[in-house]
Structure formats: structure tokens, C-alpha cells
């Protein structure tokens, strides 16, 4: 079993930064790729970023890229989400996410994805 714990959510203005930091333990960490999906109020959970195993390759939402930056520290086994810039848009709950499958790098829907933290909230105020 997979086990992951978020933190570094919180209420921020417009423009500001967060970044968010995963936890993960119970398997080698560094075997998966990781993924960050978010859910606004009334909205299906979607994709934000993906990280292959070791860091080499990322994907972005196009909603996000150019201002969110996914990131991993393998020796911490821990997932990061640098947020820069952030608009009301942005405000959600951020989850961090594992597949079960090795994937090269994880694909952008949320049913390829086993394992889930329980989410940190991010609002933003404009």
C-alpha cells in the first residue's frame, strides 16, 4: 500500500506563490512516476502535472504551464509543485497521486492513478 500526505496549501492573493510538497511511502518512490490533479467546487478532478520516475521528463495542463513547475527529490521521496503567479482560477484541492503501473511517464487521466493523498486546499483571492 502507497501512502501520501500533502502539505503547503494555504490562502493566498493573486499573483503570489505556493508551493506544495507529497510525502510518499510504502513502495521504492523512485520506480513511479507522480502526478499532481486538483478539484474546484463543482468541478471534475483534473489534471495539472505529471513527473517521470527520475525527474527527466515532466508534463503540464495547459492551464498551468509556463507558471507551475513539478519537481521531485527522490532521496526525500517527495513530490513538489512550485505555483507561481496564481489567479482565483487556481483556487482548489490539490492532490498528489501515484499509479500502480510504472509508466514512463503517468498519463493525464485521473483512472490510470491507484494510489491518492487526502488533498490540500489552495484558495486564491483576487
Known amino acids: 500500500q502507497v501512502h501520501l500526505v500533502e502539505s503547503g496549501g494555504g490562502v493566498v492573493q493573486a499573483g503570489n506563490s505556493l508551493r506544495l510538497s507529497c510525502v510518499g511511502s510504502?513502495?521504492?518512490?523512485?520506480?513511479?512516476?507522480m502526478a499532481w490533479f486538483r478539484q474546484a467546487p463543482g468541478k471534475e478532478r483534473e489534471f495539472v502535472a505529471a513527473i517521470s520516475s527520475r525527474g527527466a521528463t515532466t508534463k503540464y495542463a495547459d492551464s498551468v504551464k509556463g507558471r507551475f513547475i513539478i519537481s521531485r527529490d527522490n532521496d526525500k521521496d517527495t513530490l513538489y509543485l512550485r505555483m507561481d503567479n496564481l489567479s482565483p482560477n487556481d483556487t482548489a484541492v490539490y492532490y498528489c497521486?501515484?499509479?500502480?503501473?510504472?509508466?514512463?511517464?503517468?498519463?493525464?487521466?485521473?483512472?490510470?492513478?491507484?494510489?491518492w493523498g487526502q488533498g490540500t486546499q489552495v484558495t486564491v483571492s483576487s
Open positions: 510504502g513502495r521504492v518512490f523512485s520506480s513511479y512516476g
Open positions: 497521486t501515484a499509479p500502480r503501473q510504472a509508466y514512463i511517464i503517468p498519463p493525464p487521466v485521473p483512472t490510470a492513478y491507484e494510489f
